[in-house]
């Protein structure tokens, strides 16, 4: 049974668009694009369905660069976390990817579980970002907080809570899990 999220694979190899299809068929929505043309056509179109993009970097009518540098033009970097496939992996190749938005490369050809586990990671933490963003979380932590903190209050006096003190601590609580997601936001 598929999950809601959506991959993204962009490949103009059949080859490499089955291989990655067989990875990870049954466990997601696959979209697929043959090129960067078609890619950020997709993009737009599925642009809140799309979780994460596997992008080859060398592609007809629009390569994997130019696919980067539209997806930050048109914000959709920050939408759409993308996981560089490719078989240029020189130092200088990954910076440049990464300077465009790229969340992470892999090199060709590569190791299926090692594919799996990256694009895993990014969807979980992904799930996170938005579990963060939800204003049900922080009301679920601010509500479990005042739950403990009066049990606390009435079975341990000699922490002098007073509904003063809970209320500063059940506001504040939420920002222990804003601080871990502002960790997460690169420079």
Do not use: C, W
């Not at 992996?89 to 300077?99: H, I, P, Q």
């Amino acid at each position: 049974m598929a999950n809601q999220e959506t991959i993204l694979i962009v490949d103009n190899s059949e080859i490499y668009r089955a291989i990655l299809r067989g990875l990870f068929e049954g466990e997601y929505n696959l979209l697929e694009a043959e090129n960067g043309e078609q890619a950020l056509m997709m993009m737009r179109q599925y642009r809140e369905s799309i979780t994460v993009v596997l992008l080859d970097l060398f592609m007809p009518e629009k390569d994997g660069y130019e696919v980067l540098q539209e997806m930050r033009q048109e914000n959709l970097i920050f939408h759409e976390p993308v996981i560089v496939i490719t078989a240029e992996d020189s130092t200088d190749n990954r910076v440049k990817v990464l300077e465009l938005g790229a969340m992470d490369i892999i090199a060709k050809p590569f190791e299926p579980d090692v594919v799996k586990s990256r694009v895993k990671n990014i969807i979980e933490s992904g799930r996170y970002r938005r579990s963060l963003e939800s204003g049900l979380h922080i009301r679920r932590i601010r509500m479990f907080t005042k739950i403990l903190l009066e049990e606390v209050a009435r079975n341990y006096q000699e922490y002098q809570l007073d509904a003063h003190k809970i209320r500063l601590i059940t506001e504040s609580s939420s920002m222990h899990d804003i601080g871990k997601f502002v960790k997460t936001i690169p420079n």
